[in-house]
């Protein structure tokens, strides 16, 4: 594991891919963005959505990059091979959201929190579940300064505290506060139907919605 | 464009646009309640509907839009019967869907209604094709929304095969294929326009362009200011697929009242309503009174206020985002036919002008 990033590559180009690009970009961090295609289909996109981030392959993107950021639709991640991540730090921003995106039967079951489904798959990288409980559109907005009273909070939940301490300073160079959950499994309170999941919210409210979630449980 | 040369090409943040101001205002037939708080049928809704409809045009508004829905909150799944109803009753005022769910319906079907309602409403027709936030017309019809992102690429590449007019030929996956095969009523003076209604995604944004479609950005949440790229993503896309620049639109929702507190009072208890419901279904947090002050303040998507407040905001956002189009989504569930009524009174006869005023000031050569 890097022992800090400064290299971010974003997979995926939708809504959600673009905005952490650009906020990775204004973090000061060298950023690359890929999708299943060529990137020659995204130059235009990048040019002007996201200037100064680099359109690749992903292959290419991966393996320069010190963290990865998957920002894929998640019915689409059974078809990501596994192989392209083997040996990285990955950030799942993905929500398994049936309601608004289908079913998918790989995340249908209950015992299991998307992000340690996305793991058991991902078998040789290090996955970290964060970015996914903030709306795109509030993402960039939502950002604050060190320091600011009003500074929102984003969760950061993993099995490896080392790699989630690494994606927790990214998160804080961002603009968010991190609040580290100390396992994937934790990481459920993230996901839609959760307490946090569609606001945005100070560390200290953020804290007290997922206590009062977990005695309510 | 051929309507668009008459007016004065205006500079605007964005860049150039050649296309006069639209002002419009969309609906999606949301139910509504009598002055009792009593919920009125879904057949007097729809009436309603008309009704706002005919009025909207008597009171100088531009483009009457009706979304797609499928829900006892919205209960409009038939938007175009409701449209021709209007299109029967108006002259000037153009008809259109606000968003048609072109991904569970059949292309071929949505060009023989809106090519019907262009016929009826002699040219006034027009079709934005999209997603919208409703969702449920994919059960109802059986499709899987997990197929959401293939449906709409091949049913909009054959929408676009079917405006160009003749018999089409045409080959998918999703749909049965057509060979050679006449589809009508033919339009009398070439394809009506189509937009894309694009909610956050740039490469829908060059898709628009692709197919030579206009763009309306349905900006339902966050900084406007934030799709500034997306006007210029979509006059680069143009250029460099060779087309001709295209009008760009804003769709944003609100509330217009006497005043302020008026409006904010008539709608907050609605909104709140309706988004604690979708919020239990789609698992998201509920909104404060606080985020929504935020939205309804100048950083945000919500044009609720008094004509003067609604008008400094639809001005600001045009010019910011490049866009020759407003239409504001009116109406919550919930509110009565008076308060909607004269939320479209207010529109026409006070918040267009003074937007057209604005925006005029804005541009005089000696600012």
Known sequence: MPLSVQRIAVLGAGHVGPVIARMALDAGFEVAIATSGSPENLDLVTQVVMPGVEARWAADAVAAADMVVLSIPLHRFSALDPALLAGKLVVDAMNYWAPADGAAPMFQGKELSSSEIVQRRLSQSTVIKSLNQIAYQDLEDGRRPVGSLDRHAIGVAGDDSNAANVVGEVIDRIGYDPVMLDSLRAGRVLQPGGPVFGAVLTRSEFERAIHTAAVQS | ?367
């Open chain 2, 1 to 367: 464009m051929t309507t668009s040369t008459a007016e004065t090409p205006r500079e605007t943040a964005g860049g150039s646009t050649r296309f006069p101001l639209v002002l419009g205002l969309d609906t999606f037939g949301d139910h509504e309640h009598d002055a009792e708080d009593r919920p009125l049928s879904h057949a007097q809704t729809i009436r309603n509907v008309v009704e706002e409809g005919v009025l909207a045009e008597q009171v100088g508004v531009d483009f009457f839009g009706i979304g797609e829905h499928h829900t006892d909150d919205f209960p409009m799944p038939a938007a175009d019967v409701v449209l021709a109803a209007i299109a029967a009753r108006t002259k000037r005022i153009h008809v259109g869907s606000a968003v048609t769910v072109l991904s569970s319906d059949d292309p071929v079907r949505v060009f023989q209604r809106f090519s019907t309602l262009n016929a009826i409403s002699n040219g006034r027709a027009e079709v934005v094709l999209g997603r919208g936030s409703s969702i449920d017309s994919f059960p109802l019809f059986g499709y899987d929304l997990a197929n959401y992102e293939e449906l709409f690429e091949e049913k909009v590449n054959l929408f676009a095969e079917l405006l160009k007019g003749g018999p089409v030929t045409w080959h998918g996956n999703l749909r049965p294929s057509l060979n050679n095969q006449d589809v009508v009523p033919y339009t009398e003076a070439g394809p009506f326009r189509t937009w894309i209604g694009v909610g956050g995604s740039p490469q829908s944004v060059v898709r628009a362009a692709h197919y030579g479609f206009s763009l309306m950005l349905a900006i339902i949440g966050g900084s406007p200011a934030r799709f500034r790229p997306f006007s210029r993503l979509f006059l680069q896309a143009l250029e460099k697929f060779g087309r001709e620049p295209l009008p760009i639109g804003v769709h944003s929702p609100g509330h217009v009242a006497e005043t302020d507190e008026k409006a904010l009072e008539e709608f907050w208890p609605r909104w709140l309503h309706i988004i604690t419901k979708m919020s239990k279904v789609r698992g998201f947090a509920i909104p404060t009174l606080e985020s929504f002050r935020y939205e309804v303040g100048p950083q945000g998507a919500l044009f609720i206020g008094s004509p003067e407040t609604v008008a400094q905001k639809i001005a600001a956002n045009l010019m910011t985002l490049g866009a020759n189009r407003f239409d504001l989504k009116f109406g919550m569930p919930g509110l009565s036919p008076d308060s909607l009524m004269r939320n479209i009174e207010l529109y026409g006869t006070k918040v267009i002008p003074r937007v057209r005023e604005l925006l005029a000031e804005s541009t005089r050569p000696d600012d």
